[in-house]
């Protein structure tokens, strides 16, 4: 959007639209009606720990436990990286 931000558009499987404006810290979710693709039914602005919150919660895992895991993974290289060679540390994806 010129002069207001950078909004992110995003369409569901099910064909839902709705967008999420950033502008510095500010958010905002913007969510688009069946009617009229262009013009939005519902504006809901986020302050910066509502941002936060929301954010973590659409995370599969919270902060604190992928924190958790960090520390085992750096934990575990400090013990065993240089028995084994050197360590290299592979992202895991989790569903």
């Not at 810290?25 to 688009?32: I, M, P």
């Amino acid at each position: 959007m010129p002069g207001v931000g950078t909004m992110h558009h995003f369409t569901t499987r099910s064909g839902q639209r709705f967008g999420v404006l950033v502008e510095g810290s500010k958010h905002g979710l913007v969510v688009f009606g069946s009617e009229d693709q262009d013009t939005p039914s519902q504006t809901i602005v986020l302050e910066q720990d509502e941002s936060d919150l929301l954010a973590d919660v659409l995370h599969s895992r919270s902060i604190m436990d992928r924190l958790a895991e960090l520390e085992r993974r750096v934990d575990a290289v400090a013990r065993n990286g240089d028995e084994q060679g050197g360590a290299t540390l592979r992202p895991q994806l989790t569903g």
